[in-house]
């Protein structure tokens, strides 16, 4: 699925990908059902976090991959907790049982413990490591072996290596015990003391999936393509239907009311834009339908924008490999040509006022400068900058007006270097990057009053404003506040618009740093007015003044941006990683010890963590990992905050020079 050359070399994912197939599952009696999969495989690192994240909101349900040796990873976790905000029932699949250490039950009590959510296995592994040759079906009690050179020859058998029995129906009794906990059905079986059937127990493992309420467990070697059909047969089995999803839109006329998408092929057309691509063919754009069928050569509406657009090619992909179709039903994702759109738009046929909800887009966390080396690629370097917004929700560019730099921003240092890569092999333009610029924050401490006066006369009208007032903290970080408390009119209306766009101005860059102030507070009561000189312009000048001299008056405080940050690496580097977390001045929240391997959890300010990754993957060999999220503001020592004045007053005199 990985088509792209970086994902090749690297050997991770970096876009996800879609493609569709069919499987013949064989039922009990030896009869074939025909299933129809839509699949999209997503890349597995935090910093390409969007990828998981629209991919979840358009699909029912999802495979989680756990690793065999590795159990729950800190990105597993991440994972998990988008699965949960999209509602997506999960089957899990232990992959890498071929590998040395491989344990499938420490991943299973790992499932219960950390992602809080009962699971139990519905297999037991015959062999292990290099003897991984198939896996016993619990439900069923039958061995399945994996042979030839693909795993593709599937074997059954009733015979159960005889050292496994003991374990078989121990871990089908701890199955049953979990299913309970789960199932009214199968706990009033198991209060009787029966044995629930197979048809019993496939159907709770159903329902209590489809709830939510448990994740199956299976393993095998995608590797070594053992296990894989088993698990093909479980999505059929565990995983919902498009039918047995409730998909809400929005109606617009109804304010918003919400309203649920049937998937039938007959009703009114509603689908989802959920990611756009920049093919050889113009802008390629993903479509999950949810409701009636799309046809090539039909005219679709967007709902965001009311256009009326024309469908010219209707393609399945299959990764980076199209197959044109004439038209795609309900529950389908397809892709579509020459429609002009944005990644979370929602389409109909004109007929229903329908909106979906769109998908929630994580903030940036980290920010390099970045320019071309030479300036005859500046055309192709906006271009590329243009597309790769397009594509990616979490990767922003803006132009820094104090500094004029360019400046990118994402979710991590490799989504950053990835972008600049493809920069240069798709469209050849070599960048320069700089030091990442930490996005702080400032506010103050204490209450001050102003009585600030401005008075410029040239020849002719000039400007005259005075406000009067006092500025305080809000409390909270959330957001800024603006009120007038004037009485008698000693400040007319449309002058304390201005007075609050002035404010609003000031507020986006602060005194100290020229970064954003949260959490200030601004009242003005009282004022004047020149029957001549008194404009607009004068009362936001005034006000962005009197908020300057107020503002370093009222006790500032410059706030850095704190990182929840999960290491997760083997126990015998617990010292090494406690070290390079107490060089950084972090605050150590939680440390969960396992037989292997240890989770720290600490919240770490964003400046400390630039070139961490390197450091760890040193003092691990390689073998830690790390996430790092955003977690919330909170004031910087006092050393740092006078480094950064002193840093911000020195390029400020430098630039006036």
């Known amino acids: 699925m990985d088509s792209m050359d970086l994902e090749r070399e690297k050997g991770i994912t970096i876009q996800s990908a879609a493609t569709f197939c069919d499987w013949d599952k064989v039922g009990p009696n030896g009869e074939e059902q025909k299933y129809h999969f839509n699949l999209i495989d997503t890349p597995g690192h935090i910093d390409f976090t969007i990828e998981v994240e629209r991919a979840l909101r358009v699909l029912d349900g999802a495979c989680m991959i756990l690793c065999a040796v590795s159990g729950v990873q800190s990105q597993t976790i991440t994972v998990d907790r988008q699965m949960k905000r999209y509602n997506v029932p999960r089957i899990s699949f232990v992959n890498k049982m071929d590998r040395m250490g491989a344990n499938p039950w420490k991943a299973v009590a790992q499932i219960n413990q950390k992602l809080k959510i009962p699971a139990a296995a519905l297999q037991v592994p015959i062999g292990a490591e290099s ?24 074997r059954e058998s009733d015979e159960i290596p005889p050292e496994l029995k003991d374990l078989v129906e121990e871990k089908r009794a701890v199955l049953i015990e979990t299913l309970a906990d789960v199932d009214d059905e199968i706990a009033e079986i198991f209060l009787e003391e029966q044995e629930p059937t197979q048809d019993q127990m496939k159907a709770a493992i159903r329902r209590a999936t489809i709830a939510r309420k448990f994740t199956p467990v299976l393993m095998g070697s995608a590797l070594a393509d053992k296990g894989i059909q088993p698990m093909l047969d479980a999505v059929c089995d565990y995983l919902p239907n498009p039918s047995e999803v409730p998909n809400l839109a929005l109606d617009t006329k109804r304010d918003e009311a919400p309203v649920a998408l049937i998937p039938y092929q007959s009703l009114p057309f509603v689908g989802l834009a959920f990611k756009l691509e920049e093919g050889n063919y113009g802008q390629l754009t993903y479509v999950r339908v949810y409701q009636g069928t799309l046809k090539k050569g039909m005219y ?98 803006h132009v820094d007006e104090e500094s004029s730099q360019t400046i990118i921003s994402g979710m991590g240092e490799l989504h950053l270097d990835i972008y600049v890569e493809r920069m240069r092999r798709e469209y050849n333009v070599d960048c320069v990057t700089g030091q990442p610029q930490v996005a702080y924050r400032e506010t103050i401490a204490g209450r001050v009053e102003f009585d600030h006066t401005l008075k410029k006369q040239t020849g002719g009208a000039g400007d005259f404003a005075r406000v009067v007032g006092f500025l305080e903290p809000t409390g909270n970080l959330e957001s800024n506040h603006f009120e007038h408390r004037i009485f008698g009119g000693s400040i007319s209306e449309k002058f304390l618009f201005a007075c609050e766009k002035g404010f609003m101005l000031s507020c986006e860059k602060g005194p100290m740093l020229g970064h954003k102030v949260l959490g200030t507070s601004m009242v003005i009561n009282d004022g004047a007015i020149h029957m001549t000189d008194s404009s607009e312009m004068a009362f936001k000048i005034a006000t962005q003044q009197a908020f300057r001299k107020a503002f370093v008056q009222a006790s500032p405080i410059i706030l850095e941006p704190l990182m929840r940050v999960v290491i997760s690496a083997p126990n015998e580097f617990q010292g090494a990683i406690v070290g390079l977390m107490n060089k950084r001045n972090a605050t150590i929240e939680e440390t969960d010890i396992g037989v292997e391997e240890f989770t720290l959890t600490a919240a770490v300010s964003l400046d400390a963590m630039f070139g961490f990754s390197t450091q760890l993957r040193a003092a691990t060999q390689g073998k830690g990992e790390f996430t790092m999220e955003f977690s919330h503001y909170s004031q910087a020592p006092m050393q740092v905050q006078k480094e950064l004045i002193a840093k911000h007053e020195k390029e400020k005199a430098l630039k006036n020079k």
């Open 131 to 154: 003897e991984f040759q198939g896996v016993v079906d619990l439900i069923r009690r039958r061995a399945i072996y994996f042979e030839g050179p693909r795993g593709t020859q599937v």
């Open 300 to 397: 679709i509406y967007n709902a965001k924008y009311g256009k009326k657009i024309k469908v010219p090619r209707i393609v399945r992909m299959h990764s980076n490999e199209m197959e044109e179709v004439p038209e795609v039903g309900a529950g389908e994702i397809c892709a579509v040509f020459g429609v002009d759109c944005s990644s979370g738009d929602t389409f109909t046929d004109g007929t229903l006022p329908y909106t979906m909800t769109t998908m929630f887009v994580p903030e940036p966390v980290i920010s390099l400068s970045i320019q071309p080396k030479n300036n005859k690629d500046s055309p192709n370097f906006s271009k590329a900058m243009n597309r790769f917004q397009r594509e990616d929700p979490t990767f922003r560019v």
